[in-house]
């Protein structure tokens, strides 16, 4: 893995384990809480990130399509996305990155153990990238296209940020 993988990586996992420990002493019905209006619990946001990471490494070690680099404009545009979520509140979700009947199933240490076996695909898959795939496309995002290794390791971080900043707030931590 290159040096650069692996800070983004690290920096992923570091990010997950401090989300997962702010709320591993939550009481269920707390994790379940939906503050109303269609906003999302916390055991939600947990399962929407779960749900995200599974589709990326899935699109990531089996791409569909073929590993066309990725356009120019991509870049702009997840820059945007990443540096300010908040901006973009119309960003579509994909109607498989999120089912609250199924977050309310699954038993946060379920989806913790999906997490980490999902975590772990990712470092394999990242470890076995030569510096040929750095412009190819990793993942096909619904909003902004095609994005690169690191585009999708951004796009993660900024994502996970965006989301333990909701369950923060939802926790009052």
Not at 73 to 99: G, M
Not at 125 to 141: A, D, E, V
Not at 155 to 170: D, G, K, S, V, Y
Request: charged share 20%.
């Amino acid at each position: 893995m290159t040096k650069e993988y692996e800070t983004y990586f690290d920096t992923l996992e570091r990010l997950r384990m401090d989300l997962l420990y702010t709320i591993s002493s939550l009481p269920p019905h707390t994790l379940m809480k939906s503050p109303g209006n269609g906003a999302w619990s916390v055991q939600q946001h947990v399962h929407h990130l779960l749900l995200t990471d599974e589709e990326i490494v899935r699109q990531a070690t089996h791409p569909s399509q073929s590993r066309k680099r990725r356009s120019p404009k991509s870049a702009l545009t997840v820059a945007l996305v990443c540096r300010a979520p908040h901006a973009f509140p119309d960003v579509p979700i994909s109607e498989n990155l999120l089912d609250p009947s199924e977050a309310g199933r699954l038993a946060l240490e379920e989806m913790t153990a999906r997490w980490d076996a999902t975590r772990t695909l990712l470092h394999m898959h990242l470890k076995h990238l030569t510096p040929y795939s750095r412009g190819l496309t990793m993942y096909q995002h619904p909003w902004t296209g095609r994005l690169d290794t690191i585009q999708t390791l951004r796009l993660l971080e900024a994502h996970t940020e965006h989301h333990f900043r909701q369950i923060r707030a939802l926790t009052g931590n």
